[in-house]
C-alpha cells in the first residue's frame, strides 16, 4: 500500500497529456463537482471548480480527434497541477494511477480540530484490513482467514495508492486487473450492512455466517470495528474507474456505506462467531525446515516450516515425535524440503499445523527454490542459497 501523500503535496509523475482520454478527464472533473461552461459544445468545454475561487479554468476538448487536443489536455493537466483546489490533486491522480476510488471518512469524537496522530492511524490501519479482506474474500471466502492469503493480499496492497487528506483517506486500486478485491469487498460490505441491521432488529446472529459467501470474513468484520470505534460516523464510497467503467452488476447507483457505534455489538458479536465456525484443513504441505527446538534430546521437539506449497500461508509451526523430529533435522542439515500431511487449524490464525503424519524428505523443485528465495529477501536468500548448495553447516537442532 503506497505511502500517503501529506496535503499539498505535489504528484510525483503528471499523466502524459498524449495519453490522456478527454472522456475520462471530463468525467473526473463532473465526479468532483466541477461545473461545465460556456464554449461550442462539439469541439471543447470549459470546466471550473465548484468554488470557483481559485481562478483555475482548464478547457477539455470534446475528442481527441481535433488537432490541438494534446495541446489543450496539455494546458489543462498543467493547470490542475498549479491549482490550490483540493480536488484538483485526486483528479491528476486519477488520470495518473488509473483505478477505481475507495474514499473513507471518518468522524472522530470530540471537536475535528482535536483529531489526533492516532485517528489517522486507525483510519489507515482500517482501510489496509479492509482492502486485505476484500482482496482474500475475491480469491475464496472464508469465514475466517488467519494467516492464509497474505502473500496474495500483500500483492494487491502493493498495488493500491493511498492520498490522506485529514479525516479522509483515498485509496486507488487497479482497475480491471484488481476489480476481484474492490467489487467483493463491496458486496461484502452491503452483506455486513444487512447483516447488522438483522441482527439489530430481529436479535439473530444467523445472517452473519449466511453473509460469508458474499466475502464477509472475521478480518473484514474487525476492520469495520476498528475504523467505527472512537468515532461518530463513518462512510466508504466508491467511485468506479472512469477509464475501465462501471463492472458489471453495479449499475449507476453509487456505492455508500455507513456503518456508526452502535454498530459495535453485533460486529463484535460476529467477529466471534466468523472465527468460531471456520473449521480446520486437512492440508498436505511442502516446506523448509527454518527452525527446530526441543528440550529433551531424546524427546518430541518444535519445528518451523518455510511453506512452499500445500497451503497458503507462508509459515507453519508442529509438534514432532523424537523421529520425525531428527528427520526433520535431517532435512534442515541436507537443505532439503520435506513433506508432511496434517490439519491446519483455525486456532492461532492457521499457523499450526496439528497431528502431522507421513513426514518424508523431498527433492528441490526449480520452481520451489526461486519462490523460497524470493520470500526470504534478498539478504537472507543469498545465505540460503549458499546453505542449500553447501549445506547448512553447524547446529541443526538449534532453536
Not at 90 to 108: K, S, T, Y
Not at 144 to 160: C, K, P, Q, S
Not at 263 to 279: C, M, N, Q, S
Not at 343 to 368: H, I, V
Amino acid at each position: 500500500m503506497t505511502p500517503p501523500h501529506a496535503p499539498g503535496e505535489p504528484v510525483q509523475a503528471l499523466p502524459d497529456p498524449a495519453a490522456v482520454d478527454p472522456a475520462v478527464l471530463a468525467t473526473l472533473l463532473a465526479r468532483h463537482g466541477w461545473v461545465r461552461r460556456g464554449g461550442p459544445a462539439a469541439r471543447y468545454g470549459r470546466w471550473t471548480p465548484p468554488d470557483d475561487e481559485s481562478g483555475t479554468s482548464v478547457l477539455v476538448p470534446a475528442g481527441d480527434g481535433f488537432d490541438d487536443a494534446v495541446d489543450l489536455l496539455a494546458d489543462a493537466v498543467t493547470a490542475l497541477s498549479r491549482s490550490s483546489t483540493p480536488s484538483a490533486r485526486a483528479i491528476l491522480l486519477a488520470l495518473a494511477v488509473p483505478g477505481d476510488e475507495l474514499r473513507w471518512h471518518r468522524e472522530p469524537a470530540g471537536p475535528a480540530e482535536a483529531a489526533t496522530w492516532d485517528d489517522a492511524e486507525r483510519l489507515q490501519r482500517a482501510a489496509r484490513a479492509m482492502l486485505a479482506a476484500g482482496a482474500k474474500a475475491g480469491r475464496a471466502p472464508a469465514a475466517y482467514f488467519g494467516a492464509r492469503l497474505d502473500a496474495h493480499a500483500g500483492d494487491f496492497l502493493d498495488r493500491v495508492l493511498v492520498v490522506e487528506q485529514g479525516a479522509a483517506l483515498t485509496a486507488y486500486t487497479p482497475a480491471p486487473e484488481g476489480r476481484a478485491a474492490v467489487t467483493t469487498l463491496v458486496r461484502a460490505l452491503e452483506a455486513l450492512r444487512d447483516a447488522v441491521d438483522y441482527r439489530r432488529v430481529s436479535g439473530g446472529p444467523e445472517a452473519f455466517e449466511n453473509a460469508v459467501q458474499a466475502g464477509v470474513s472475521r478480518e473484514l468484520v474487525q476492520s469495520v470495528e476498528d475504523l467505527v470505534r472512537g468515532a461518530t460516523a463513518t462512510r466508504l464510497t466508491v467511485a468506479w474507474s472512469a477509464t475501465a467503467g462501471t463492472p458489471g452488476g453495479f449499475g449507476d447507483r453509487r456505492v455508500v456505506l455507513d456503518f456508526s457505534p452502535g454498530d459495535l455489538p453485533a460486529l463484535t458479536e460476529a467477529a466471534e462467531l466468523l472465527e468460531r465456525i471456520e473449521p480446520a484443513v486437512a492440508v498436505t504441505v511442502v516446506g523448509v525446515v527454518v527452525r527446530l527446538k526441543r528440550a529433551d534430546p531424546a524427546g518430541p521437539g518444535a519445528v518451523r516450516l518455510r511453506v512452499l506449497g500445500g497451503a497458503e500461508v507462508r509459515e507453519l509451526k508442529l509438534r514432532l515425535p523424537d523421529p520425525d523430529y531428527r528427520l526433520a533435522a535431517e532435512a534442515h542439515l541436507a537443505g532439503l524440503p520435506v513433506r508432511v500431511a496434517g490439519r491446519l487449524e483455525s486456532r492461532g490464525g492457521f499457523r499450526r499445523l496439528t497431528r502431522p503424519q507421513g513426514l518424508e524428505l523431498c527433492g528441490w523443485e526449480d520452481a520451489d527454490r526461486e519462490r523460497l528465495l524470493k520470500s526470504l529477501g534478498e539478504g537472507l536468500g543469498e545465505e540460503l542459497g549458499e546453505e542449500l548448495d553447501g549445506g547448512l553447516g553447524e547446529g541443526g537442532e538449534g532453536a
